[in-house]
């Protein structure tokens, strides 16, 4: 049945009350009837309602069927016009109906019997009952949308087997519930399936924490819903009672194979704080332990030259500590057997570490840099301090000094020179003393030949293979007197000479 009822009083400036439906039943030949139907509606709230009537005269008396409180899912509301004081509303209301909102499709469903129980009028017994729909509005349009849907009356119809189970009724023990197998617990005569109390223990199934066994303590040790005659693990420790020695440890308990309670301690008992070395190789690294349960602990630290142990009942600490991996073990006086084990790492901070990469054609410096917080870099005479690890610096000499420092000096420093060209330079020249520096520029050796000679070029003053370091060489002056001197650089299949002044 499809019934729609939409806008029905917008033609009628006083109000509409208006049948949506109307349907006859036999309800003497019906076992447990219900009604029930699909409706949905949007409705003005207490000045629109639906609600459902029933005759038992042919129509010629209307009576309102249930109340707001009919089971099991009935009207929405019992306001009338009366009740609703000064708002003056709900004047079509007759006091049990649907109003408001309900925009999604719902079953609505009145229990014959039931609700005769809760002292409803019983109409079980009526050979002809009339049941009707009835919308009514006020005489304005607004929200009167109703749409019903499949409107039954269900039941069984009463025979010789009124469940349909194959179980005549003279010899059915549960004569409106289907049940084949005739199962009855307590031997009382009802079968299970409709017998509210299965154990006749005088508590009903629905409240009963042990439905088929007789248990009128309700005991249930571990509170879990299941009553202790009934539940197959009573302290809810995950063995089965037929395997636990200790059938009755408490909540949360620790167990061995056996089921029996061990000692344990939470698993966040014990705090570690680890602090890493402060710089490179200081060797003043800590770890703290703090314990939430006072009992006399021993904590022994492993993984250094030699183990040590410190007694304690909430915290200890172990400091001066090098940079590695260390376990701490805690063990108990109160208990021989426990003991708690940790992984810990003393860190220390990393080395300074710095890449460059020259650029000739714009004459900067790219560096990349990592270990510090904070780098302070010397360039020729300006200082530049950053907390970034990539920064680009301008070249402006032929010669670059770079200098690079963290904010732990412990952490290194780092030094090179930086040439813009790619000839062979040699300086200082002319020299007064010291060390004589030959950078190769393009020549990219690994090592290089000197040969240094008098002004007449005869006479060799020294013949020797040196080691390029930065593509570069060097060798101290101090032992050559003040003078002009040739200096031949071979390399290979290469000759460069050069004249030298030794101031």
């Not at 509210?196 to 303590?217: H, K, M, Q, V």
Request: charged share 25%; proline share 3%; aromatic share 8%.
């Amino acid at each position: 049945t499809q019934v729609y009822g939409t806008n029905l009083d917008g033609n009628h400036p006083d109000g509409t009350k208006a049948i949506l439906l109307s349907k006859c039943y036999d309800l003497s030949r019906i076992l447990g009837p219900k009604l029930q139907f699909n409706m949905a509606y949007d409705l003005e709230l207490n000045w629109d309602v639906v609600y459902v009537e029933y005759s038992t005269n042919a129509g010629a008396n209307w009576n309102l069927l249930g109340s707001i409180d009919s089971q099991p899912n009935w009207y929405t509301s019992d306001r009338t016009n009366i009740s609703s004081g000064d708002d003056d509303d709900c004047q079509n209301c007759p006091g049990g109906q649907w109003t408001g909102t309900d925009e999604i499709l719902t079953e609505f469903s009145y229990d014959f019997a039931a609700n005769a129980a809760i002292g409803e009028f019983d109409l079980t017994a009526e050979t002809n009952v009339l049941f009707r729909i009835v919308f009514e509005s006020d005489p304005f349009t607004n929200q009167e949308g109703v749409i019903l849907d499949d409107f039954v009356l269900t039941g069984l119809v009463d025979d010789d087997d009124d469940d349909n189970d194959g179980i005549l009724d003279i010899n059915d023990n549960c004569l409106l519930v289907s049940n084949a197998d005739q199962a009855d617990n307590d031997n009382d005569g009802a079968g299970d399936l409709c017998d509210p109390d299965d154990d006749n223990d005088g508590i009903l199934d629905l409240e009963d924490n042990c439905p088929f066994t007789a248990n009128t303590d309700q005991a249930d040790f571990d509170g879990d819903g299941i009553g202790d005659v009934c539940d197959i693990d009573v302290d809810n420790d995950g063995l089965t009672n037929a395997m636990d020695t200790c059938p009755s440890t408490p909540p949360g308990a620790t167990i061995d194979v056996t089921g029996c309670e061990v000692f344990s301690l939470p698993f966040n008992n014990f705090s570690v704080l680890t602090k890493g070395e402060s710089c490179i190789v200081s060797n003043n690294g800590s770890v703290e332990i703090n314990a939430t349960a006072n009992f006399n602990y021993t904590a022994t630290l492993t993984g250094g030259s030699a183990p040590i142990a410190n007694e304690f009942t909430d915290m200890t600490s172990f400091g001066d500590l090098e940079a590695g991996d260390y376990t701490i073990c805690i063990t108990l006086a109160e208990n021989a057997d426990y003991e708690s084990c940790f992984d810990i790492n003393i860190a220390e901070p990393e080395g300074l570490s710095v890449s460059s990469k020259v650029s000739s054609l714009e004459s900067k410096v790219s560096l990349d840099l990592s270990g510090g917080k904070e780098y302070f870099i010397t360039l020729n005479d300006e200082v530049f301090v950053t907390s970034d690890s990539k920064i680009t610096l301008p070249l402006k000499l032929a010669e670059n000094k770079l200098s690079i420092q963290t904010d732990k000096l412990c952490q290194g420093e780092h030094e090179e020179t930086i040439f813009l060209s790619n000839e062979v330079l040699i300086y200082p020249n002319p020299i007064e003393g010291g060390d004589l520096t030959i950078f190769l520029g393009n020549l990219k050796k690994n090592t290089v030949e000197l040969y240094l000679f008098g002004t007449s070029g005869k006479s060799v003053i020294f013949k020797k293979p040196f080691t390029v370091t930065n593509n570069s060489v060097k060798f101290n002056v101090d032992r050559l007197s003040t003078g002009i001197y040739i200096l031949n650089i071979r390399a290979d299949d290469t000759l460069l000479t050069y004249k030298i002044i030794r101031k």
